[in-house]
């Protein structure tokens, strides 16, 4: 008797693999923790920096926070691997976004809220990847030459989806290592404009307070003494008082942590208007709310400096977008 069938997989799904529990052997002491579970478990290292993210790995039975973390003989690494899904973008001309410049090193991307900037969970098609790849199809190449991610080609940093802004993405080999090299070291210029609630006492400061995964929910980021360092410089803009206390900022990145303008400025008391995963509801005035498109954040990274691989210091600048505009034109101080 044929066995009943079981749930079906997801379109594109491969079938899931037992979860990894096991000592780490000797031939991979020392090894970073991301490479020894893309090692044993065949997952791309895209996907293991993911799990890493969502609290999937665990050496001794205590989540790992940061994906360059070693390890040890001997170490229990306990790992929950997801069913695999093909994640392979494919050129999709439809994707709407929007370029400040391009040459034959790289590409300075403006990229709309709304769009994910690559393939992952619950997001497998258009994303800012595949319309890369329908208007630079030479992105491909970076993955035959053994640069970076096959499934995010080109791509050195990203922004969050309800975030709006500048993104760089690079077209060859070199332009790739020294890109990613700029924003390991910090040294790449990022600059956001982001509406926060409340009226912000000083006119400028800094953020320094490290970055990690939250204990309490994995699929957040908090402030905690044990995360990595993490800094965020700000300067006041504009101060409102109608209909709601708000404050414009520029705020500058100073290391480069997941989610650090939206923790750093929660942290303070002083949540981004529309982020609701670390400002809950005084971040969403309903008088600004009613102007915004669901799931945007009033952050838009509005500058990028960085070492071109040709040569020089290059900026580039990103107007305000029309939706967020539009709320600033209604708020009066």
């Known amino acids: 008797m044929n066995a009943p069938a079981g749930p079906a997989s997801p379109p594109g799904a491969l079938p899931s693999p037992d979860p990894l529990d096991l000592a780490v ?13 893309a090692l044993l478990s065949g997952l791309p290292r895209g996907a293991v920096a993911e799990l890493v993210e969502a609290g ?3 050496l001794d039975g205590v989540p790992v926070t940061a994906r360059s973390r070693t390890v040890r003989r001997g170490q229990r690494l306990q790992v929950e691997v997801p069913g695999r899904v093909d994640d392979t973008p494919s ?9 400040v410049h391009e040459d034959a090193e790289l590409v300075v991307v403006d990229k709309p809220a709304g769009l994910v900037v690559h393939h992952g969970a619950g997001h497998r ?12 199809p030479d992105l491909v190449r970076l993955a035959d030459d053994g640069v970076g991610d096959p499934g995010r080609p080109g791509i050195v940093h990203r922004l969050d989806k309800g975030t709006s802004g500048l993104l760089v993405v690079a077209r060859t080999p070199g332009a790739y290592r020294l890109l990613s090299k700029q924003f390991r070291a910090h040294s790449a210029g990022r600059e956001y404009l982001a509406l926060v609630a409340g009226s912000m006492d000083a006119d400028e400061g800094t953020i320094d307070a490290p970055i990690g995964r939250s204990t309490r929910q994995r699929t957040r980021m908090a402030v905690t003494t044990r995360g990595r360092q993490a800094r965020t410089g700000y300067r006041v803009v504009t101060r409102f008082s109608y209909p709601v206390q708000c404050t414009l900022l520029e705020a500058r990145l100073d290391t480069g942590r997941t989610h650090q303008v939206r923790v750093h400025l929660a942290a303070i008391g ?34 990028l400096s960085l070492d071109h691989p040709g040569g020089g210091r290059r900026s580039w600048d ?16």
């Not at 098609?125 to 630079?136: I, W």
Request: charge should be positive; aromatic fraction near 6%.
């Open 25 to 37: 052997p000797a031939a991979l002491a020392g090894a970073r923790v991301d490479r020894v579970v």
């Open 56 to 58: 999937g790995v665990r």
């Open 91 to 99: 050129p999709d001309p439809s994707v709407d976004y929007g370029v």
């Open 125 to 136: 098609g258009g994303t800012l990847v595949d319309g890369l790849l329908a208007r630079f």
């Open 270 to 303: 002083h949540p981004v208007i529309g982020d609701e995963r670390y400002g809950g509801p005084v971040a969403r005035p309903r008088s600004i709310m009613a102007l915004m498109p669901p799931g945007r954040l009033f952050l838009h990274a509005f500058r």
């Open 318 to 333: 990103s107007p305000l977008p029309d939706d967020l505009a539009g709320v600033l034109a209604g708020l009066s101080s």
